[in-house]
């Protein structure tokens, strides 16, 4: 049984430590805003999924949204399992943990090794939201053209062997980063490097979808609300993701959130700005990238800049982020939807400028940290330190991804790619015969089998830029001038699907 008990003069929580034979004292109220934090970040990751959905055709979006959940279950196991002790056992090694804390056995009411002031239990639920949406981040990259019931696989054991020794040397009392002095306060590697890097070795591995290089793949976001609503849900969770990083309800937490905030704004701005010297239109899907784009940059140094320098941080992201998505063209990737240009590149630029801007007085707002600071400061090295853990994050994620790619890809049934016919249906309709829309499936429901805008039509037009398969069955004369009455009543109007 817990021993525990309440102040009777505080009502703080007292736990008595049997080993040092003492009592240690929980304050409520940080317990409460970690909590609370953990609930904000928990939204962040279906955000991903709606964030995703939105930028990609109607035909995909549902499987987006299916792998946000499917991957918030898989790590939620995962982290049961091994994952919080693999991360942040005390008797570990730098670079990973051991089974110390195996099925959560022993995880209760102890410190907890991020801070003394919340137990373990506490701080082992909140940091399993971190490593629930991080495989969500790059999973963006099998958009389109991956089999789903592989990516469950992937994701738990990516969360496995890369994640986890990562968050290991970030944040670990052991680990190698941190012991070295490096500085990321919400996850600048283990979040948003990983992911990134992760993403562009994914996009490697599968190839190009179909019609790459065409008009076909020209194509806007089907849907710019649900681009907003998932950026809203980022924004509004990332309140929890950085602010509740100070582990406690103090001056730290609220100077986070309020460069979170205004980094998320100037990067919106910037990036809509970029993009309205082009065409000169004020693009809501740019504001929300160059937003989540300062999120990213910002994470890594929210518990040590100060507010000018955040402003910084939102001009230099919407702009490097903007411009890092002509990589792909560059290098000749089919990263569908920017992954690595927004959290690979925004992860490892928010690290470098932490090596510049980190100051010791922001990080002792909590009245606990004690940091030599950034260049501000005069600790030239730390620009190193921070150039090293970007590297290392970077170099790790990619070559361990890439192996357990290859590895699945010769497992018969683990295989991501999908089939050509599966990629021209759409994956919501051939892995899950669930639709975004009830709309998209009137083809099935009226019974009508459609020939010439069908899979005979995109087989023959899999690469000029055609249209995607039809699922409207009502056509005009109007919409084909050429066709005779009865040719008409037959054939159905060739739409974008």
Not at 161 to 175: E, Q
Not at 185 to 200: M, R, Y
Request: a negative charge.
């Amino acid at each position: 049984m817990v021993n525990v008990s309440y102040d009777a003069t505080s009502g703080d929580l007292n736990w008595w430590d049997p080993d040092a034979e003492a009592i240690v004292v929980y304050n409520l109220g940080d317990i409460a805003w970690v909590i609370s934090a953990t609930a904000l970040v928990w939204i962040m990751i279906p955000g991903v999924g709606f964030f995703y959905a939105g930028l990609l055709r109607r035909k995909n979006a549902l499987s987006m949204i299916w792998a946000s959940m499917m991957t918030l279950a898989v790590v939620s196991f995962e982290w049961f399992f091994w994952g919080f002790s693999l991360a942040f056992s005390e008797t570990g090694s730098a670079y990973i943990g051991d089974l110390k804390y195996f099925g959560l056995k022993g995880v209760l009411a102890q410190p907890s090794i991020g801070s003394s002031r919340i137990p373990s239990l506490m701080f082992c639920v909140f940091q399993l939201m971190f490593a629930a949406i991080t495989p969500m981040l790059a999973l963006g990259a099998l958009s389109e053209h991956a089999r789903l019931g592989p990516s469950l696989v992937f994701v738990f054991v990516w969360s496995t062997i890369v994640y986890n020794p990562i968050a290991c040397w970030t944040w670990n009392t052991n680990g190698w980063s941190l012991l070295l002095g490096g500085l990321d306060f919400a996850g600048g590697t283990p979040v948003h490097i990983s992911s990134g890097t992760a993403a562009l070795a994914i996009s490697i591995y599968l190839g190009k979808r179909r019609g790459y290089g065409t008009e076909r793949l020209a194509y806007k976001p089907h849907n710019t609300t649900y681009v907003v609503l998932g950026t809203v849900f980022l924004w509004f969770g990332w309140f929890g993701f950085n602010g509740g990083s100070a582990l406690g309800a103090n001056l730290r937490a609220i100077q986070a959130c309020i460069i979170t905030n205004l980094a998320a704004s100037v990067g919106g701005l910037t990036w809509m700005f970029w993009d309205w010297r082009l065409e000169r239109k004020w693009s809501v899907v740019g504001f929300c990238s160059g937003a989540v784009c300062g999120l990213v940059a910002i994470t890594p140094a929210s518990g040590f800049v100060g507010s000018p320098a955040s402003v910084l941080f939102g001009v230099l992201a919407g702009t490097v982020c903007n411009f890092a998505t002509q990589l792909k063209f560059l290098l000749h990737y089919d990263d569908a939807l920017d992954i690595f240009a927004v959290h690979g590149i925004g992860g490892i630029l928010g690290n470098i400028l932490t090596g510049i801007f980190a100051q010791s007085s922001v990080a002792g707002f909590d009245g606990i940290a004690v940091i030599p600071g950034g260049w501000l400061d005069g600790h030239w090295v730390q620009l190193g330190y921070q150039l090293a853990d970007s590297c290392a994050g970077f170099g790790y994620s990619l070559v361990m991804t890439t192996i357990i790619l290859w590895i699945m890809h010769f497992i018969p049934g683990m295989r991501l790619r999908i089939s050509e016919e599966a990629e021209i249906v759409g994956i919501d309709d051939y892995e899950m015969g669930e639709y975004a829309y009830d709309y998209v499936g009137l083809e099935t429901e009226l019974g009508v089998k459609d020939v010439a805008a069908g899979l005979a039509h995109e087989h023959i037009n899999a690469t000029n830029g055609g249209l995607e398969p039809n699922h409207h069955p009502a056509a005009t004369a109007d919409n084909d001038s050429s066709a005779d009455a009865s040719d008409i009543e037959k054939r159905p109007a060739v739409v974008e699907a």
